[in-house]
């Protein structure tokens, strides 16, 4: 079946404990992304990657990184993470193209204490 | 990308048809319209998208308007499992921004379907 999966898919830490949460796919997309989504602001881009190494920051990306070392795998990583990323995050995936459609994973609820 | 606007909410019944509206008044003649939803705590699914003509699928259906200031999704029969945020996206055929492929969402429409 053609699936994001995405781990983990509830996570709650404490502030400045570094954390990685994973994202795959299997239906060998060179587009992927990571939003989140935050009540009254809606879903915002945070990183995208067009290719393997090639990555680029979206609209909201300061606390945040990212990898493409491999097509199918785009992790996104807090190296200290804050209460302000607190949030629920979704990766998506999609062919290149404007016209592609997006498919995203289930969604990780992240929790920082 | 051009701004949609869309009702806050909106309320049907279970095997109604709803009518789902969108405006874009500022629509440019490369913007394609996407329709993707929400259901409660998924991730957004693509829906239905296109460029000037009616479209359909197995999900829904998109109608155009004729000047393309407007569209409007249906879903022919709604089922409890069709209540979900209903967002429409326009995208740049040209992706204008660059190589981003990213989903400006807005606010969407928040259908609840009554059994």
């Known amino acids: 079946e053609a699936q994001v999966t995405q781990n983990p898919r509830y996570l709650i830490t404490v502030t400045g404990k570094k954390l990685t949460v994973t994202c795959s796919q299997n239906?060998?997309?060179?587009?992927m992304s990571w939003y989140r989504q935050d009540p009254g602001l809606g879903l915002r881009q945070i990183y995208y990657?067009?290719?393997?190494?090639?990555?680029d920051k979206g609209d909201v990306p300061e606390g945040y990184k990212v990898s493409r070392k491999e097509k199918r795998n785009f992790p996104l990583i807090l190296e200290s993470p804050s209460p302000n990323q607190t949030s629920l995050y979704f990766c998506?995936?999609?062919?290149?193209?404007?016209?592609?459609?997006?498919?995203f994973g289930s969604g990780t609820q992240l929790s920082v204490l | 990308d051009a701004k949609t606007t869309q009702p806050n909410s909106m309320e049907s019944n279970e095997e109604e048809p709803v009518h789902l509206p969108c405006n874009h008044s500022t629509i440019s003649g490369t913007d394609y319209i996407h329709w993707y939803r929400q259901l409660p705590s998924q991730g957004p699914e693509y829906v239905i998208h296109g460029l000037t003509s009616n479209v359909n699928n197995r999900m829904a259906s998109l109608a155009i308007a004729e000047d393309r200031k407007s569209s409007t999704l249906i879903l022919h029969r709604a089922t409890l499992r069709d209540a979900a945020v209903y967002y429409c996206?326009?995208?740049?055929?040209?992706?204008?921004?660059?190589?981003?492929?990213?989903?400006?969402f807005g606010k969407g429409t928040l259908l609840t379907v009554n059994p």
């Open positions: 990657s067009m290719n393997v190494e090639v990555t």
């Open positions: 239906m060998n997309h060179e587009y």
């Open positions: 998506a995936s999609s062919f290149r193209g404007t016209n592609e459609k997006l498919f």
């Open positions: 996206i326009l995208r740049d055929k040209f992706n204008s921004g660059g190589s981003n492929y990213k989903l400006t």
